[in-house]
């Protein structure tokens, strides 16, 4: 860590402000620059500290050296997590997809997808019982019943089921129903359900808030793993910027970067990240070229009749399944193994 | 609501499109552009008929005339919405201040704090017993005994009350020994928690999202309100934008914008939205002549020996003394009454 | 086009304004909503006629339906502009690779630099004579004499070459050495230089401004079509957001939307959209997933001992000649060419 | 300066680094820490060292502690600029307000106008007579004529006046005709503007780019100032960021920051940076607060029937005068003079 001082500060207060970052058991190194006074601190520093001493007068800045995560960062678990559910392996070298409506429906409709998600290829079949709406006269999902008819498919056609999860209490249910749990973007700091998740040992799949930075993300999996759950996976759906066209701009360098940085497998959501079904194909070949451990893909028979939202960015049956055997070409010229 | 086509669509499908938007109730008519048909739709739309159609094949756009939410807009509620709590009116030609820490600490300091806000000329203590917090490791809050602490301080000073409330199973307990309650920037679109907060009635103060637009932050006021409490005020805190030298990028037009939007008084958060102390008084001055109701502002008397962080941009009691002078001159001049 | 007016609006306003538009030789079908008057638009409006309107009183917003730009446009064009330079064809399903230095140093160091790139496969050198710096104090190139030593080493070794022009005055002397023209992201609004790039038929690489939304971009190239020059290819860098751990953030999604709206080659530059060496080869391949017609990439041999700032993204020339041995696979997977 | 090493990275490497850091005449002082080496540069370093360091292999970060400015810091020029035309102050403690139309379109028309600003107590008219376009086909501006009307309007009134210089070949022409030039967003950082624009006495009122920060604002302006023109002022006209009910995002801190970074006069352009006329008033008071030194203001008589556009934030001139009446209480509140 390294303080920055005001210009002109006095001997004195330097010699505070040291005091002050000794006495927590670290060793701080004053340099004197043309402009600055620099203070260096060696030693394990309380995650504290940093913002004790940004708070402190005379102080310009403080900036962090090292992580602020250690579960999450590679530096302390240098190979790749595999999560293993039911035979299927997500992270390393494996290649996940999973596939499904925004939303569960009705039971012959998500019975209908899950046999055209497993026809295709996929592993996982995703669908919403509990949707988070931005406001309130919106659908909000069909709800419990919704995760019954979904186990049930996913049963049926021997897929793993993937289903969000929007707060503490329904944790439990949802982990009863479905194998793996997703936390929305807008909830990837509800701490809270960070924490709640961090009980149970289902893998969760944890978005990236829309405008969360990577470290930001990578310390809201550390709450998870902290809390004992160590089978997180991480998904890139895109960022919020100044460009409205697509809804949202696909961040495909997250990918690499965020593997570089942690040993979680980083799933890739070109449905919600470009919100056009027209880039979905394109973008699933990106980012399995940009190095994703998997995809998380938006499918539907029939967005006309559907009363739920978001089928714009949903792909045909048959667009699905020509896309997955593209993958399958690709996904070996990536050193991934998609079966 | 109007319906922008593809290029090239045939004349079958316009039809099946316009039957679709029929059976819900309304009007549709269409209009045949050089390039693109559009589809106008008359008469009161279901809120999901938009997502709906944004989801057909052959739809390029669906654009919202009307507004989304309706107990937040003004358009339906033309006169300023006044709160008052405990004989302090908070809206209209009224100007108010909230000051205090960033978290409660100890008896000690919430007491000295408390006396120092009212001896200034504040009407509100702020201070936080629940912090959320980006890193599992940094300091959560006092909890409810920081609650006890803060009531007592404003019972004994004459002060209201307002701190954060993170989760739905803490509402209770928040509103039982605190007047406000506020919602923070992360949770703006943790429905949950906005649903619980409909079925009270404290006042709350609603932090805008750090990335979420004007509409966003108006429906979700909207799940309060369309829950059963009318007291709802709005936070502007800054935004997240590429500028990184202030902490956050104060929006102040936001506040004129939601005034003419909305009924809801908005209060203006200089603290957070610059994150530096020497930014804060001149903020708090721009902001009331952008028109804001009111203030919330951090001071603390040692920041230097604070557990807490934050407060880089809390002012010192003889700054915090000093703006409240000065702004009981500026207001007037903006029209609002501030004693 | 549609006119959307305030609420409330009169009916001698609305008439007022269906005179303006009427007027310029349209039509305006007028429509009447619950909430808001609609005005739309029908006949080959002047592209003055909606800034027009948006400056009249009583008018809330006005909503293009069609393009403002023509030459760029898919629309007017539907096949692929494919530029042919000394035999190398750029566009439709040609892959292109340019590599070389951020900036031409010495005689020696760029005749290396080409051998290299020739060596690997490419078919375009790259190397900046003039730079564009954010102070004045920094390197600002070397100037013609670099460009002179790039033409020889373009000759000797058979490969085009791109160099970057930053002033209307310097266009034509570029033009004599360099094969293709660089429009940097800070220039791609000085329309004075996209003007006179009009004037000439060396192909131009137009880099979208980095906070370039997709339509000033296709306008920024429809300034260069306009005058007279066909031959403009994109060039992705990416954009300004608040993630700061990349330079950029790289909006590959970018790729297949300007190659729906346009006809023009597009080209991806990882090495200034992610700022990092250890993201390029990745996010290379990502860009030819997504559908990039071509590369530019940064390459060095030693960058420890170079002037010119930038080569922290550079690839040394073993990484370079794995990644073209890589892209010549992956190339035909996505329907392109390599060789 | 501070060089933030990989980890792992070895003792002959970094011995490297020090000696390429050594050479260039200033000292380095390496520190070990936990995970990372640290080597701390005291001395005036070079400004193309930074850059240097950061390309060289095993380097993971550069933090530059000094600024990259030099005439533009507060730093090296304690007290405020006041740059004085023809009688009138601005900065330090004055208030300037200049008014006028978005584009000079008849003699009548700024001549009008011209009155209308007077008369209300401003001292400098704006105009445009040429205008920057996103696309080519909307007008661009009336030209050289334009400024010749302008000219006279100010001279018959006793007005300053201000105009946009697009293009260095015509600062001459504009610095004949107009008292100030100014440099708009989109030419931020031409350098071959600012350059020519150092070779003038005319003040040059810089607006910042919708995408600069700080730092390369300031840098922009020490590219006049390096050339040889001391008289600069800033003018903040909103960032672009992902709200879009505002044309842009008023960034109102901006005008404190650099007002604390910068001895340079800081002008506020609340017409741009709301794009809307019902916001202006409000703004441009809220930018006095703020300790702007001054305001620029569109004004037009006829928006119905102008045929430039951008009216959609002009205000008519009753608006006009009735802001500067209230602008001339304001104004001693903060300080400043308006007169």
Redesign the interface.
């Known amino acids: 860590m390294?303080v920055?001082t005001s210009?002109h500060i006095s001997e004195e207060r330097v010699a505070?402000i040291v005091h002050?970052i000794e006495k927590t058991g670290v060793q701080a190194?004053v340099?004197?620059?043309?402009?600055?006074t620099?203070i260096?601190?060696?030693?394990?520093a309380d995650?504290?500290l940093a913002?004790?001493i940004?708070?402190?007068?005379d102080?310009e800045n403080v900036?962090k050296?090292?992580k602020?995560?250690k579960l999450a960062s590679r530096?302390f678990h240098p190979d790749d997590t595999i999560i293993e559910v039911k035979g299927v392996k997500i992270g390393g070298d494996n290649l996940v997809v999973m596939g499904g409506p925004c939303a569960v429906e009705t039971p012959e409709q998500i019975d209908e997808i899950a046999r055209l998600v497993k026809a295709a290829g996929g592993q996982v079949l995703r669908g919403g019982a509990f949707k988070?709406?931005?406001?309130?006269?919106?659908?909000q999902g069909i709800g419990i019943e919704g995760l019954k008819w979904m186990k049930e498919a996913g049963d049926k056609y021997g897929l793993l089921t993937i289903t969000e999860v929007?707060?503490?209490?329904t944790v439990e249910v949802c982990a009863e129903y479905a194998d793996i749990l997703q936390v929305g973007t807008?909830?990837m700091?509800?701490?809270?359900l960070l924490?709640k998740l961090g009980t149970i040992q289902n893998p969760v799949l944890l978005k990236r808030g829309?405008?969360a930075?990577?470290?930001?993300w990578l310390?809201a999996a550390?709450?998870i793993l902290?809390?004992g759950n160590p089978n997180v996976m991480l998904c890139e759906r895109g960022?919020?910027?100044?460009?409205?066209?697509?809804r949202n701009?696909?961040?495909?360098?997250a990918?690499?970067?965020v593997q570089?940085l942690s040993h979680l497998p980083v799933i890739a959501d070109p449905s919600h990240?470009?919100g056009r079904r027209?880039?979905v194909e394109?973008?699933s070949?990106?980012?399995?070229?940009?190095?994703a451990n998997g995809l998380i893909i938006e499918m539907?028979t029939d967005?006309?009749n559907?009363?739920?939202?978001?089928?714009?960015q949903?792909l045909f049956p048959d667009q699905f399944a020509k896309l997955l055997k593209?993958l399958a070409?690709?996904a070996p010229?990536?050193g991934k193994r998609f079966d």
């Open positions: 390294i920055i210009p505070e002050q190194h340099s004197r620059g043309v402009d600055r620099v260096g601190i060696i030693g394990k995650p504290q913002e004790h940004r708070s402190m007068r102080v900036i050296i090292s602020s995560y530096d988070p709406r931005t406001g309130p006269y919106s659908f929007m707060t503490p209490e807008r909830n700091q509800n701490f809270d924490r829309f405008s930075t990577y470290d930001e310390n550390e709450y902290a809390g960022i919020r910027t100044f460009e409205t066209y697509t701009t696909f961040d495909l360098a990918i690499p970067v570089q990240a470009t027209e880039l394109t973008m070949k990106a980012s399995v070229a940009a190095g539907h967005p006309d559907s009363a739920t939202g978001d089928g714009v949903s593209e070409q690709l010229l990536m």
